[in-house]
């Protein structure tokens, strides 16, 4: 049973900052892309970026639009986690934020919820104006 598990979300007030965290057991994490999504209440889930963690040559990092500039995805190896820092928050970012990994390989520019196989429980991000 593949594990996925999210930490770091909170509440903060518009313009701050928050850092998620995602981390899967070594075999999981290694070669493998990794993306964060999210769902308000009420809309669709949807994709805000993805990171390939064997490094650049396999994709990425992949960034939404509506999170361009503002957040950025990174890694740490030797902890088997990705985290997804995200700046000038604004009430709109609020949602569930998920982790997924996609089991095969890199990532592609089109983040899809679909192509990823294992999903965390998600962690909830509150922006208050």
């Known amino acids: 049973q593949v594990q996925v598990e999210e930490s770091g979300g909170g509440s903060v007030q518009a313009g701050g900052s928050l850092r998620l965290s995602c981390t899967t057991d070594?075999?999981?994490?290694?070669?493998?892309?990794m993306a964060w999504f999210r769902q308000a209440p009420g809309k669709e889930r949807e994709a805000v970026a993805s990171i390939y963690t064997g490094g650049p040559a396999g994709g990425g990092p992949y960034y939404a639009d509506y999170v361009k500039g503002r957040f950025t995805a990174s890694q740490d190896n030797a902890k088997n986690t990705v985290y997804l820092q995200m700046n000038s928050l604004k009430p709109e970012d609020t949602a569930m934020y998920y982790c997924a990994v996609r089991a095969a390989g890199g990532c592609y520019s089109t983040i899809r919820a679909p192509d990823f196989s294992h999903w965390g429980q998600g962690t909830q991000v509150t922006v208050s104006s």
């Open positions: 070594a075999y999981t994490y290694k070669y493998n892309c």
